[in-house]
């Protein structure tokens, strides 16, 4: 599904920084009311369950800067999706706060768009109809609808199939429509819930570094949710751990890598192996080095 629309900047815009591929910028005053700026505070979410609340999500704290890319990963059941829609906004029912640029989120908005992993695509609709159905309700006009769609079919490489049907494309190229679909909004929040769970490795590496295109290209700040730690760690410059029952942040590892990054390298490989033993603790799988400097395992806390 895709989230609405605000056309404020030129298709071509980059609005990241170099810098921002290896850093996690600080957080100061000014910082907080940029775009693109996401803070999580305080934030619980129950479920009633035969009648019972049961919680989901226990005081997730998280800031986000512009730009940033943080992965987030966990067992499953650990109340990762349900974070991604809030932080969509699909689910006004929870306790805490999300801000967005300093000012707290009321439902949808134009400004974050959603990916699943179900891709949700209309077979009887072309794919340049497909990836329209992100501008319903933006009150463009048919010809600025087809300029940003089209837009966004060349950005995804998808130019020469606007008059294709989902079923006559591959699975790699369908899960692309459902991204041009979410990026013709132009959000400055990007969430992926597990978009690349179902493909095969090599389809897998080759969306992966598509997708780092993109962010790239236009600026976003990116939350991604992932089981694959190695795709984590090659596209975050963060990776957030969490553990259910109930769902929280149990450790922050970043990712200071410039990309693009080789999954052999040492130094990416001494990451991921430190993400999965954050992950594995609990269960006593491999446990945390007892002086890990570049492993915090106090979530980041933000005044509220
Ligand atoms: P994850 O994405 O990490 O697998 P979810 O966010 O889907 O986890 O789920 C977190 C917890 O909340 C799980 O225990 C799940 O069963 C429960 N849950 C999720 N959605 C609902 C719902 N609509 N009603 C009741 N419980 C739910
Ligand atoms: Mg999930």
Same mark, same amino acid.
């Given at each position: 599904?895709?989230?609405?629309?605000?056309?404020?900047?030129?298709?071509?815009?980059?609005?990241?920084?170099?810098?921002?591929?290896?850093?996690?910028?600080?957080?100061?005053?000014?910082?907080?009311?940029?775009?693109?700026?996401?803070?999580?505070?305080?934030? *619980?979410?129950?479920?009633?369950?035969?009648?019972?609340?049961?919680?989901?999500?226990? #005081?997730?704290?998280?800031?986000?800067?512009?730009?940033?890319?943080?992965?987030?990963?966990?067992?499953?059941?650990?109340?990762? *999706?349900?974070?991604?829609?809030?932080?969509?906004?699909?689910?006004?029912?929870? #306790?805490?706060?999300?801000?967005?640029?300093?000012?707290?989120?009321?439902?949808?908005?134009?400004?974050?768009?959603?990916?699943?992993?179900?891709?949700?695509?209309?077979?009887?609709?072309?794919?340049?109809?497909?990836?329209?159905?992100?501008?319903?309700?933006?009150?463009?006009?048919?010809?600025?609808?087809?300029?940003?769609?089209?837009?966004?079919?060349?950005?995804?490489?998808?130019?020469?199939?606007?008059?294709?049907?989902?079923?006559?494309?591959?699975?790699?190229?369908?899960?692309?429509?459902?991204?041009?679909?979410?990026?013709?909004?132009?959000?400055?929040?990007?969430?992926?819930?597990?978009?690349?769970?179902?493909?095969?490795?090599?389809?897998?590496?080759?969306?992966?570094?598509?997708?780092?295109?993109?962010?790239?290209?236009?600026?976003?700040?990116?939350?991604?949710?992932?089981?694959?730690?190695?795709?984590?760690?090659?596209?975050?410059?963060?990776?957030?751990?969490?553990?259910?029952?109930?769902?929280?942040?149990?450790?922050?590892?970043?990712?200071?890598?410039?990309?693009?990054?080789?999954?052999?390298?040492?130094?990416?490989?001494?990451?991921?192996?430190?993400?999965?033993?954050?992950?594995?603790?609990?269960?006593?799988?491999?446990?945390?080095?007892?002086?890990?400097?570049?492993?915090?395992?106090?979530?980041?806390?933000?005044?509220?």
């Amino acid at each position: 599904m895709t989230i609405p629309f605000r056309q404020t900047r030129s298709p071509n815009s980059n609005r990241g920084s170099e810098t921002l591929d290896v850093a996690v910028p600080a957080t100061n005053e000014q910082n907080m009311s940029r775009p693109g700026r996401l803070d999580i505070c305080h934030v *619980s979410k129950r479920y009633l369950v035969a009648g019972r609340p049961v919680p989901a999500l226990a #005081d997730i704290n998280l800031s986000v800067a512009p730009g940033e890319f943080t992965s987030i990963v966990g067992a499953s059941g650990c109340g990762k *999706s349900t974070l991604l829609r809030l932080l969509a906004g699909l689910e006004p029912d929870y #306790d805490g706060e999300i801000r967005i640029a300093g000012s707290r989120i009321a439902g949808v908005s134009f400004d974050r768009a959603i990916v699943f992993q179900e891709r949700h695509l209309i077979p009887s609709l072309t794919v340049e109809a497909n990836v329209g159905l992100g501008l319903l309700g933006s009150g463009l006009s048919v010809a600025a609808k087809r300029r940003a769609v089209h837009d966004r079919l060349e950005l995804l490489g998808l130019g020469g199939f606007a008059q294709a049907y989902p079923g006559q494309l591959s699975a790699g190229m369908a899960q692309r429509i459902a991204l041009a679909r979410a990026l013709v909004t132009r959000p400055r929040i990007l969430l992926l819930d597990e978009p690349l769970g179902v493909f095969d490795v090599l389809t897998r590496a080759r969306l992966q570094d598509e997708l780092r295109r993109i962010v790239r290209h236009e600026g976003m700040t990116t939350v991604l949710v992932t089981h694959d730690v190695d795709e984590a760690v090659y596209l975050g410059n963060r990776i957030v751990v969490m553990r259910p029952h109930p769902g929280r942040i149990v450790g922050i590892v970043p990712v200071p890598l410039a990309y693009p990054r080789n999954r052999s390298d040492p130094a990416f490989i001494r990451i991921r192996d430190r993400v999965l033993g954050v992950l594995g603790a609990e269960e006593g799988v491999a446990p945390i080095p007892a002086a890990t400097p570049a492993v915090s395992l106090v979530p980041q806390r933000i005044a509220s």
